[in-house]
């Protein structure tokens, strides 16, 4: 990796903390219950070449993935959003409902984390699902638990984002080495070389962990090539159990910024468990983040070292909500013209999550970066 100073990192992390302001974000879209295991989000916001923004996401009402549709509906749609005001109101304009996003013998268990991505040509919209009709690998058959699927991700791509209901949905990535079985929560970029860059989380066939992997289409190609599952693994002490990379920022070159290489900050969940344990009575209290209730962390990278990376939330999570569970996590961010907005979810005080955002403008982000 190369040479960043301390001072670089420090704006960096202030430029974080700017933008994922916990008091300041307000609530963008509902669950459609305010409820424990309710939530919307996992999804991303995009700006067409007319100014227009879309919003994907998913509703998720209460279930358990680790004992399957007996214990609840879990993610039941796919929702896309547009806002023609510049981010002021967004209106639902298309969704897809679980029998929607199912093909040949693939059921659909549960809806997860979806991007959307613009290319000079076309609309691709990238979901991963939880479904039937991908098998166990052979010796394991019997750690898959009934009513349980596998983790893959679908992609669907159209002229303009109003066809993409009525286009077909292929399969993208697979997972099928048992330490990567589960792939989801899609994440797509595009590099200074105008590489598309598929960043996804990964989890091993016995559900104990989470960690992101990489795939890259080279410009010019049509297929995902280059594939590291290893690429951003899980760290070793706040996210020692959880390492999920929701977003990517390529930081504005400016001030400080304006002349040195390229850098990328990456945003990521992470946890100390795959679930809540209890904690030691006369022990510090904080959120601990754990499956489906994870806190939020930082890291970076250059253009130039990228796919290696660097944590700055080293020692503990940068990014905690003030209410609920703590949980925040499933950062996206959009530069614009104006500045740059953060959409998350974040835990609330009846324990539901909803996607809130926080617009930071372009002349505090050039005062940070200055």
């Known amino acids: 990796m190369q040479n960043i100073t301390k001072q670089a990192k420090d704006k960096l992390i202030r430029l974080s903390h700017a933008l994922i302001d916990q008091k300041k974000a307000k609530v963008l879209i509902r669950p459609m219950k305010n409820l424990s295991g309710f939530w919307f989000g996992a999804g991303n916001m995009v700006e067409d070449n007319k100014g227009n923004f879309y919003l994907s996401g998913r509703y998720r009402n209460y279930g358990d993935s680790r004992t399957g549709l007996y214990a609840g509906e879990r993610g039941v749609e796919l929702a896309i959003f547009k806002s023609e005001d510049r981010g002021e109101s967004f209106k ?59 983790w893959s991700i679908d992609i669907i791509k159209a002229k303009s984002i109003e066809e993409l209901k009525s286009s077909k949905i292929k399969s993208l990535l697979d997972g099928e080495d048992p330490q990567y079985l589960h792939l ?52 070793f002490t ?24 390229s850098l990328y900050l990456f945003f990521y969940d992470g946890g100390e468990s795959m679930r809540k344990y209890d904690e030691h009575p006369h022990a510090i209290k904080r959120p601990r983040g754990y499956s489906c209730e ?77």
Not at 187 to 202: E, H
């Open 184 to 235: 989801k929560d899609p994440v797509v970029f595009k590099n200074t070389q105008g590489d598309t860059v598929l960043i996804f989380c990964t989890n091993p066939f016995t559900w104990a962990s989470s960690n992101s992997g990489l795939a890259i289409r080279l410009k010019g190609s049509s297929d995902f090539k280059r594939f590291n599952y290893t690429f951003f693994s899980r760290g």
């Open 238 to 261: 706040w996210d020692v159990a959880i390492s999920r990379i929701t977003g990517v920022l390529n930081v504005p070159k400016k001030g400080f910024f304006a002349d040195m290489p």
């Open 92 to 150: 639902k304009i298309l969704f897809f409902r679980k029998e929607d996003l199912s093909y040949r013998d693939r059921r659909v268990f549960s809806i997860e984390g979806s991007c959307l991505h613009f290319t000079e040509e076309e609309v691709e919209l990238y979901v991963s699902t939880e479904k039937s009709g991908i098998p166990y690998p052979e010796g394991l058959e019997e750690f898959k638990k009934p009513g349980t699927g596998v």
């Open 294 to 370: 994870e806190i939020g962390g930082l890291a970076f990278s250059t253009e130039k070292d990228f796919p290696e990376i660097e944590r700055l939330s080293g020692n503990l999570s940068f990014f905690i909500s003030p209410f609920g569970t703590g949980c925040s996590r499933y950062v996206k961010t959009l530069q614009t013209e104006e500045g740059i907005f953060a959409t998350w979810q974040q835990s609330q005080k009846d324990l539901s999550q909803p996607l809130v955002v926080h617009f930071l403008g372009k002349d505090k982000v050039e005062e940070i970066l200055a």
